[in-house]
């Protein structure tokens, strides 16, 4: 074992642990499987075939975003989301041949 903990961290897991921490609340993880491949979706889409408020669909797409789970873009008074296919891929693939690697 490691004495540093802080060092513990692979630097490939860096950006993959703000993915788990987004991913770790069961809303975000019902928000994200709303999309279908290539969908984009504003807050009010998610938010009519969801049980929360819109504000609070607000803040969860919020959080996705800065984790970079989602993407987005501003297209006249509506924000549109969509999944960060390559960015999620890779992250996965970092943690993957980390594991792979340490056993």
Known sequence: MRGDY??????EWRSMSRVFAALGDQHRQRI???FEPGERLNVGQIAEVST?????VSHHLKT???A???LSEK??????FWINKSFLEQ???NVL???EEST
């Open 52 to 56: 929360l408020a819109r504000s609070t």
């Open 6 to 11: 802080g060092r513990m961290m692979p630097q």
């Open 97 to 99: 041949s980390y594991v």
């Open 32 to 34: 994200l499987l709303l």
């Open 75 to 80: 297209l006249g008074k509506e924000v549109y």
């Open 68 to 70: 970079e789970v989602l």
């Open 64 to 66: 996705l975003r800065d």
């Open 91 to 93: 992250s996965l693939r």
